[in-house]
């Protein structure tokens, strides 16, 4: 049996470099969606009572492409894995 460790560690450096990115593109996602408005001078940053808590439209756009770029990667990985 003959390994080809250059090859694992390639699979090994893709395979981290790619899990890491996509927790922190996952995070940028959820802080964008959890974002609250900014207080206005001495009141605070009250979400009303309807309101569903989220940030301004650009933060919500923001982690929204967010999560459709970590549901492309796993829909590609998916892809590799079946093909």
């Known amino acids: 049996m003959n390994i080809d460790w250059a ?4 699979v090994f450096g ?3 470099t790619v899990t890491v990115g996509m927790v922190g593109v996952f995070t940028l ?6 974002r609250k408005a ?6 605070t940053a009250a979400v009303p009572s309807g309101a569903v808590g989220g940030g ?7 982690a ?3 999560f459709a770029v970590c549901a492309a ?4 990985g998916i892809y590799l ?3």
Do not use: D, K, M, W
């Not at 996602?29 to 959890?34: A, L």
């Open 38 to 43: 900014a207080p206005e001078q001495g009141g």
């Open 81 to 83: 894995i079946v093909a």
């Open 7 to 10: 090859a694992l560690g390639q």
């Open 64 to 66: 929204y492409a967010c």
């Open 14 to 16: 893709v395979s981290l």
């Open 56 to 62: 301004s439209a650009l933060a919500r756009t923001g």
């Open 73 to 76: 990667v796993v829909a590609y």
């Open 29 to 34: 996602g959820i802080v964008g969606t959890s």
